[in-house]
């Protein structure tokens, strides 16, 4: 059996690591992109997310741990600098669990947009408090009209392409709702039509009672204009020009339909606007939690497999030791890259350990009481599930899909450990090393001989 002190020091150094990655370095922002030497900054008023590409694991973590540490450090703003950013293929639940902390943060967040901002990227754009854009942005396509494999696996893929942009379009009406600052009714249709590429919006100048604007419409508002307008006294419509479909929208338009809150000539111009001392604005750098959490995700099933598994061996080798602290180690970092990526937090970690110590109290300490083992066995589930997922309730159709995902890879990986189980039980038994560990069954038990058995007269 591991002594004491050594089990102590694998947690101490396991809990060291958590810990380290939640904190790292702030460096000041280098203004002017030329890659000159970045100063420490101590006190920051602004943190600053450079992303660029795909919004994966790695850049995703480094948002959670941009918000995380401005609440922590009193920070004013968090600043998501978008350059060339999103791409085809980035997870729906990530990117919900991103917005999710996003818009529960007490941190003002600003976007600031520069080149092509396209899928995630561009929807994470939406969901801010504040957007600028640099010059000769392109911004938009959050979705396109392409098909996905779940809507080929149905018996109509066009309905349910339909009712899958439907439940997209309904998400983001609930993000716009929940915005800091209430977008205008036009800035409203140019994001929604980013999310529904079905949508076909018109830009028009209408003249009406003396006054002219420019205007967005879509087809149906269009329609009923035209109509008005063979009315005596009827608005004028004039210089009508679609909109492109999936909509991507330029610096100038954003800014002129209340999109956007300014066009920038350079980064650098963020400070002034938003009345800040350069000095102040500073960068976390990437630790080394962001650069592995790559590799976690790609090793979490295994991760969480091996543990139970290991958990498993443990109870039929009682008082080994080392089987019961790999587990717990594997499966602490499991739920570590749930963390990271914003889907745990602390709370889900600690229900998920003490359903396990409550199924090692049914086991080790009060065997046949059921209720220890029934109430751990729901913990390891409750957290497990809400490990995945930055909500707890369903409140829509995607985070109904994502619940049910997440459901089914859990009994995935049950039945894994289960089959896993299995051929253990059959195979420890034949190991000269581990057949000796092997807690034997009743069947196995040495009858001891009984005292009433007859014996030889003398």
Known sequence: MLKTSTLRILWIWFAAAVLAACDGPVSRVDWTDSGGQQLEAETPQVLVVNLTGVLGTTELARCHRALRQAEERGCTYVVFR????????????????????????????????RGRVTQ?????????????????????????????????LTADPDSALSTRLDALRAVMEQR???????????????????????????????????????????????????????????????????????????????????LSNGTLDGFSQLAEVIAVSRDSVGELAVNWAEKM????????????AAGFLLLLIEVKTAGTGLPGVLGCVFLGFALFYSYLVGLAEITEILVF?????????????????????????????????????????????????????NLASLLSLFAVVGVLAFFTWRLLPRIPVFNGMMLAGPAGRRVPPSNSAPTNAN
Do not use: H
């Open 82 to 113: 978008l350059q060339d950013a999103g791409s085809i293929g980035e997870d729906q639940g990530d990117l919900q669990s991103l917005f999710d902390a996003v818009q529960a943060s007490d941190v003002a967040t600003i976007a600031v947009l």
């Open 353 to 405: 350990f003490l359903g396990l110590a409550a199924i090692a109290v049914e086991l080790f300490v009060l065997p046949g009481m059921i209720i220890f083992g029934v109430v751990g066995f729901l913990c390891l589930i409750l957290s497990l599930v809400l490990s995945q997922q930055s909500f707890v309730v369903p409140s829509n159709v995607v985070e109904q899909d994502v619940l049910f995902w």
């Open 120 to 152: 995630g990227a561009a929807a994470l754009a939406l969901v801010v408090g504040q957007v600028f854009c640099l010059r000769g942005v392109a911004w938009g396509e959050v979705e396109d009209q392409g098909r996905e494999l779940q809507d080929y």
């Open 293 to 304: 959490v790559a590799w976690l995700e790609l090793l979490q099933p295994f991760l969480l």
């Open 176 to 258: 716009l709702d929940a915005r800091s600052t209430a977008l205008r009714a036009d800035a409203r249709k140019l994001a929604l039509a980013m999310v529904d590429p079905r949508v076909q919006l018109i830009r028009a100048t209408v003249r009406e009672g003396g006054l002219e604007r420019s205007r967005i419409l879509d087809a149906d508002e269009f329609a009923a204009l035209q109509q008005r307008a063979q009315e005596p006294n009827g608005p004028a419509i004039f210089g009508d020009t679609p909109l492109t479909r999936p909509l991507s929208v330029d610096a100038a338009t954003a800014e002129e339909y209340g």
